[in-house]
């Protein structure tokens, strides 16, 4: 008789990955320091995946490893690894990955339920952008909420610690409660985002292309887990 108490199976879960052309342990350690500084509640404990395919020369990656839990990630492995990365990373406890191109199906979406009981909110400044936010480019809006009056471009990113406003299309990616607030939201009139995230909890592309796909659409938490409903 099989024991169903125990069962191994495949999954796909969103990582980060990490492009660096100088994989040197200080040089890793400083890029990701400025990093977090503009977003420490996103990038908690984030697993992350170091893409070696550009790397001309093999990292230490007991080394890095070390960086990345002295800045509490998590290194998962890498990718793009030749035969010799490989073989070194392994040995280093990593794994080695390849990038799925496959698309997941989207996540079910429902409506943000109100709540019922009402709470005097801290009030927050308002950072306004009154231009679309390209690709490159990173605005944060620290202890504000952040309105952007244009489009954010794909490979754009916007980060505020209260909640986000973008009066145009979301191409890029946005980062709201960036401070670890559950309660901010991202609004925006046309959605085609590469990743939202609210207090650390984040859906890439794949996951948001369902019903509000294309359309206004409001973003927030509910039980940990993003919810979409209308934006009016």
Known sequence: MSDHSFELKGSLFP?????????????????LQQKLAQAPAFFYRAPVVINVESVTQAPDFEAIT????????????????SAE?????????????QL?????????????EAKTEIVAAPVMETKVVEQNIRSGQQIYAKG??????????AGAEVIADGNIHIYGTLRGKAIAGAAGDSQ??????KLE??????AGSYWLSDSLQGEYWG??????????????ADLL
């Open 193 to 198: 985002a590469e990743l939202i995230s609210i």
């Open 100 to 112: 799925s191109k496959s698309k997941t199906p989207a996540k079910e979406t429902k409506e943000i």
């Open 184 to 189: 901010k939201r991202v609004f925006c009139h």
């Open 66 to 81: 070390e960086v990345f839990k002295e800045l509490d990630l998590v290194l998962v492995g890498v990718c793009g690894a």
């Open 144 to 153: 504000a909420d952040l309105v952007i009056r244009g489009t954010v471009g």
């Open 15 to 31: 990582l980060s990955v990490l492009y660096c052309q100088d994989l040197s342990a200080a040089a890793v350690k400083a890029q």
């Open 215 to 228: 359309k206004s659409a409001c973003i927030g938490l509910q039980d940990d887990k993003l919810v979409l």
């Open 85 to 97: 990365l490989k073989k070194l990373a392994q040995a280093a406890g990593l794994a080695a990955l």
